[in-house]
């Protein structure tokens, strides 16, 4: 059954429309109210004297590709009441026209869900191809003068920080796991500041933070009675940096086990040869700073004598400079997969694999991959000789856990020689892969134990820290909360801000975020 259609069916709820006119790209439409009285905002009173009448001109959603202005008839009335302290009085529309307001409600709204997706001159262009004129100004207007949504006061929270620019200037983001949105955005990220939020919400029971002290510390003052929960991300990075440290350590002892206290620069490719004459430069440094330390020198007088800073002094002390070989990340990663199956079809020829790749859309040069072929043809011999070029800490702790079928002839043979010539390497190895396996399988009750082989191995630093923070620890095993959530909202915080090109105000940012969401 077909219905008529009326000019009204246009325009918001409760108007008439009086005239529609065209002129130009814009169409206007004259209202009026169908209405006879109007409530009294100050006292509620019902009035039906009108004074005089008024003319309003706002904006509306756009009709056929044309921009529409409507012409409302706005009548004042007179209060009647006594007491009242207004006499005069204009008449209300409600939600469909608020006071002073130059844009109906339904238009308010989708300009600003137009502003919280993309900011301020991108939605104004994009708002112009939509017949909707609004500038980049008053878009950002309209986000800051909607504010923030109403929220439910969360229990469950997870807290973080961002870079407002790195390593110089740092917010905190704090979100709902349970609703899984942000929550808050505060300037900084001291723990004065988390605690004095955390104060205002005494509700939150559980709090998922990173491994950072502040956080902690903040929560432990301001909600004593809170669960923390260490992120298991971090306590799975940490472990594996703690085996990568431990191997750091013991390159001095990997070296005579192989046989490998000289390099033989003859086996270098020229990027290696290099890295080889930087260590041969680090290994003096690294010298003087030890034998300073050992006639019982300060470290801020070694700092002051050899003009070092205080983090490298630190770093030789520790025995984490002793690397020959640190490895880079190579044009060639995407191609590898292809690489090998060439080679695997018996195409060794550098040259003739370089002009293959170019096909495969690689950009780099020639040298590039004759080098590659240099390295896999020598990988496939397992002799005394190409066990003298020693690959870096970082290769041998990722040798040492991956499986053996994924290695190489060479790489077994390495890897054997530092397994049996370092016992202490393959213990710590162990205790993380021990650490790793409790913390997916959720065993809890494994973490005594573990901590007691960590503090007898060379990842003991690590087992301190667990032993620290034992308790967001265990929470972390156990509980199904975690920071990950908060890791993804900071990803889409960095997009807002980098969409505004770094110039959004803890304010805006805080708007558009929590807004969209």
């Known amino acids: 059954m077909s219905t008529k259609f009326r000019p009204s069916d246009l325009v918001p709820a409760g108007f008439i429309a009086d005239r529609i006119t065209h002129i130009d790209d814009e169409t206007c439409i004259s ?13 509620g009173r019902m009035s039906r004297t009108v004074r005089s009448r008024y003319r309003r001109q706002v904006a509306d959603l756009p ?41 109906t409600g339904r238009l308010e709204h989708v300009v600003h869900h137009l502003a919280l997706a993309l900011g301020g001159r991108p939605a104004a262009r994009f708002a112009q191809r939509l017949m909707l004129p609004v500038s980049n100004d008053t878009l950002l207007r309209v986000i800051r003068r909607q504010g923030l949504p109403p929220s439910t006061p969360p229990s469950v929270i997870g807290i973080d920080d961002w870079a407002w620019r790195r390593n110089h200037r740092y917010g905190t983001i704090v979100c709902d796991l349970e609703r899984r949105r942000p929550v808050r955005l505060l300037p900084d990220r001291e723990p004065a500041t988390a605690e004095a939020w955390l104060r205002q919400n005494a509700q939150i029971q559980i709090i998922a933070r990173d ?51 000289r390099v033989n620069s003859k086996l270098l490719t020229a990027a290696e040869r290099l890295q080889y004459e930087g260590y041969l430069r680090r290994e003096q440094t690294n010298a003087a700073i030890i034998a300073l330390a050992k006639d019982g020198v300060t470290i801020k007088e070694i700092v002051r004598r050899t003009g070092h800073s205080r983090g490298l002094v630190r770093q030789v002390l520790r025995g984490q400079r002793n690397d020959v070989f640190r490895s880079r990340e190579s044009s060639l990663e995407p191609y590898l997969e292809w690489l090998d199956a060439q080679w695997a079809a018996g195409k060794r020829n ?18 590039v991959v004759s080098e590659w072929a240099t390295r896999r043809r020598r990988a496939d011999k397992a002799d005394a000789e190409s066990l003298t070029r020693i690959p870096s800490a970082r290769t041998i702790a990722r040798l040492l856990t991956t499986g053996r079928d994924n290695l190489t002839k060479s790489e077994t043979v390495t890897i054997a020689a530092i397994e049996s010539g370092v016992p202490l390497l393959v213990t710590a190895r162990d205790i993380i892969a021990d650490f790793h396996l409790m913390i997916r399988r959720k065993a809890g009750n494994q973490l005594p134990s573990w901590i007691d082989r960590a503090r007898d191995s060379l990842v003991s630093s690590f087992g301190n820290g667990v032993v620290k923070d034992i308790q967001a620890v265990r929470a972390a095993i156990v509980s199904p909360w975690s920071n990950g959530q908060t890791e993804g909202q900071i990803t889409k915080l960095k997009l807002v801000k980098r969409q505004m090109y770094g110039r959004g105000k803890l ?11």
Not at 226 to 253: P, T, Y
Not at 507 to 517: E, K, N, V
Request: proline share 3%.
């Open 31 to 43: 209202l009026s109210r169908a209405a006879a009285a109007a409530a009294c905002p100050a006292c």
């Open 63 to 103: 009709l056929s590709g044309k921009r529409v202005r409507l012409l409302v008839q706005t009548r004042r009335f007179a209060c009647d009441v006594v007491l009242c302290g207004r006499q005069i009085f204009a008449e209300r529309f409600g939600d469909v026209l608020p006071p002073y307001a130059r844009r």
């Open 211 to 261: 491994r950072g002290g502040a956080y902690g510390l903040a929560a432990a003052r301001a909600l004593p009675d809170a669960v923390q929960v260490a992120d298991r991300w971090h306590l799975i990075e940490n472990a594996s940096r703690a085996f990568l440290d431990a191997v750091r350590k013991s390159m001095r002892q990997i070296r005579k086990t192989l046989g490998a206290t």
């Open 350 to 367: 550098g040259t003739e694999l370089w002009r293959l790749s170019r096909s495969q859309g690689f950009r780099g040069s020639r040298r």
């Open 507 to 517: 304010d805006l940012l805080q708007a558009r975020l929590i807004g969209a969401t």
